[in-house]
Structure formats: C-alpha cells, structure tokens
C-alpha cells in the first residue's frame, strides 16, 4: 500500500543543514469547526433566547435558596456555614440577575453581600436588615411586571445601600483600611 505524502517525512536539504518535517498524521483528523459567517455572540444568544422562558423560573429557584439560607441564619445564627450558605445565595443572584432578565435585584444582592463581607463580628448584624434585603430581593423578583417596578427596586436599592453603609461605617469606624474599601463605589451597575 503506496503511503500518502502526508505519512512520509520530508527532507529538504541546505548548504548547511537539512529540514526534516515530519509526517503531519493530524491534518486527516481536524475539520472546520465553523461554517463561513458564523457568529458564535449570534448563537450565544440565540442559545439564550431559547432558555429565557425558564429564566423566571430559575430565578425563583434562586430566591428560595436565599430564604433558605436567611431561615438558616435565624436557626444557627451566623455559623461558618449558615454565613456562608446565605452569602453564596445572595451572590448567585447578584451575578445571575442580569442573564435571568431581573438586572434590578442585583443591587441589592450586592448590598447583602457587602453587608455579610464587611462585618466584622457577624453577630452584631441586626436580623432585620438581612430580612429587609431577603425580602426587596423577593418583591423585586415578584413584581418585575409592574410598570413602576424600576422606580420601587430603585427606592429600595437605595434605602438598603443607606442602611448597610451606615452600619459597616459603625462597624468598621476602628479600621480606616476596611472603610476605604467598604465605602468604595459598587461595581454593580446602578437601576
């Protein structure tokens, strides 16, 4: 059986050196991967658009979890892993809110994050705001249809990132390094 060019080695010989190229056994094995005008943002999103009757649903998902946690959190306290479980949930949602279609739960997820990363003795964190950010994330979610919704998220957001900027000052009025940090702009985009 005669071997193909490709399955021999090539010699090319210079005053000198010689250039051996070895037989290319892998170009038999490679296709193209993407048709002439492929997009892959165009099927990226088409992808997207055809999961986005599910993206409520998720996000749904996604709130239940974060009760859960606050109820964690009210069972055991601030233990490593109820902090944990309620910080991972609020975090979730702040990084899925946008991909789900509710970008104006974020802010407030994000000031739940702020609020659990920036204590320092996690129990003094009063109960009540955990509720009151659990609780905005879920009517926010809840009544994304309302026409005024972006006004009410936005006049909650607010309210929240006051309240929780307030108590980490208090809190962290004895570490000027955490303050600068804490007080820095979020970088979740504003609603």
Partial sequence: MAQDRNERPTVASYADHEVIVPPNRLKKA?????????????????ALGSLATEFADWMNRECE????????????????????????????????AATFGFPLVAPSADSLCRLIEH????????????????????????ESARPDIADVARALTRRLRDVTDEFLRHENR???????????????PPI
């Fill in 30 to 46: 490679v296709a193209i991967a993407k048709p002439v005008g492929f997009d892959p943002v165009a099927r990226a999103e088409e």
């Fill in 119 to 142: 204590t320092p003795d996690m129990t003094r964190i009063p109960l009540e705001l955990v509720d009151q950010h659990v609780d905005a994330i879920r009517a926010i979610v809840r």
């Fill in 174 to 188: 004895d570490r000027p390094e955490v303050l600068k940090i804490v007080m820095a702009p979020s970088l979740v």
């Fill in 65 to 96: 979890q974060l009760d859960g946690a606050r109820q964690q959190v009210k069972q055991a306290g601030f233990a490593a892993e109820a902090r944990d479980t309620l910080f991972r949930a609020a975090h979730d949602i702040k990084g899925d």
